[in-house]
């Protein structure tokens, strides 16, 4: 057990919708950050969020986007959902800026039909 | 393009036999290193990690690996594999500068240990 949850576990969504991913980090940690995991691949950076704000974003489109609360859980949103989106979603917890060790959960399994 | 490559897709070992899984990546400066592990069905879990210091880290479950600057090379190692060890590793890299503290992951190894 690392302390980070996500919600859900599985999904199916319809090309075309949205989603929100949900995930509670570790206690003590203020940086959340997102990746995807496509099958047979190592996970890739999404963005990261630290204290509420956006810090750092890798190679995805604008329709993929984040919010941090002020307890530092974080939601992942995704619009006009594409089939190439269907992925693990790994959200992973840390402290300074994900310059420690990060913690992760067990993800969210999205399978867009 | 700047990036982190491991050697095997899928390796198959027999109980008791030694393993080295292969770890390159492309930045020049100051990276921080890690290996993790994924068993089936299971969250990402930490290995062991380098940030500076002894280049032979030492981590759980018996796992160690080199950290070779001149290669770029961060290998994991283990003497005796178990069929428990059986998982996919993942090597990973925060990268100089660490823009946004993001690791960037290496394709994974797939580990299969016969009983």
């Known amino acids: 057990e690392t302390g980070v949850t996500q919600s859900p576990t599985h999904l199916i969504k319809t090309r075309g919708q949205q989603v929100t991913l949900r995930c509670s980090s570790q206690?003590?940690?203020?940086?959340v950050s997102w990746y995807q995991q496509a099958l047979g691949q190592g996970p890739q950076f999404i963005f990261q969020?630290?204290?509420?704000?956006?810090?750092g974003r890798g190679n995805f489109p604008p329709r993929f986007s984040g919010l941090q609360f002020p307890n530092y859980s974080s939601e992942l949103n995704v619009n006009a959902l594409e089939l190439n989106d269907s992925a693990l979603y790994l959200c992973?917890?840390?402290?300074?800026?994900?310059?420690?060790?990060?913690?992760f959960g067990q993800g969210t399994r999205l399978t867009v039909v | 393009a700047q990036s982190v490559s491991q050697h095997n897709h899928h390796v198959i070992l027999s109980e008791a036999a030694s393993l080295e899984l292969g770890c390159n990546y492309s930045?020049?400066?100051?990276?921080?290193l890690f290996w993790y592990v994924q068993y089936p069905g299971q969250h990402l879990q930490l290995l062991l990690k380098?940030?500076?210091?002894?280049?032979l880290v030492k981590g759980i479950k018996g796992f160690e690996a080199e950290f070779i600057k001149s290669k770029f090379s961060f290998n994991l190692r283990k003497p005796s594999v178990q069929w428990s060890d059986t998982a996919e590793y993942f090597c990973?890299?925060?990268?100089?500068?660490?823009?946004?503290?993001?690791?960037?992951f290496g394709q994974g190894t797939e580990l299969s240990v016969k009983p």
């Open positions: 992973a917890s840390s402290t300074k800026k994900g310059e420690n060790e990060a913690f």
């Open positions: 206690s003590g940690h203020n940086t």
């Open positions: 969020y630290y204290r509420e704000e956006e810090n």
């Open positions: 930045y020049g400066g100051t990276v921080n």
């Open positions: 380098y940030f500076s210091g002894d280049p």
């Open positions: 990973a890299v925060i990268p100089p500068y660490n823009q946004g503290g993001k690791l960037i």
